[in-house]
Nanobody, 120 residues
């Protein structure tokens, strides 16, 4: 029953901002590293940002200084604040997380994806 659900995608003008959220639900014991990936048409899926269980973060070079990943452990959520958006940021953004269920089994999960379109 564990699942990840993204929200916050949409259409925004170049230079604008958007905030993505991803909430994990189900029989969760704990959540490890959470991340955001994106996939543009005709391109491979790439890691955009990740945050570990100890709050260490890393970003793909193209978004450094513009995007910020954060998490709220109590709410089982991860967010991606995207500022100074560029047309090349257009993609389907996917939430990803390592989740340990109450069964104590740990698996990697993917959200359904949310579309982000940056266009004037």
């Amino acid at each position: 029953q564990v699942q990840l659900v993204e929200s916050g995608g949409g259409l925004v003008q170049p230079g604008g901002s958007l905030r993505l959220s991803c909430a994990a639900s189900g029989s969760i014991f704990s959540i490890g590293t959470m991340a955001w990936y994106r996939q543009a048409p005709g391109k491979q899926r790439e890691l955009v940002a990740a945050i570990t269980g100890t709050d260490s973060t890393n970003y793909v070079d193209s978004v450094k200084g513009r995007f910020t990943i954060s998490r709220d452990t109590a709410k089982n959520t991860v967010n991606l604040q995207m500022n100074s958006l560029k047309p090349e940021d257009t993609a389907v953004y996917y939430c990803n997380a390592y989740i340990t269920a109450t069964t104590r089994a740990t698996m990697n999960y993917w959200g359904q994806g949310t579309q982000v379109t940056v266009s004037s």
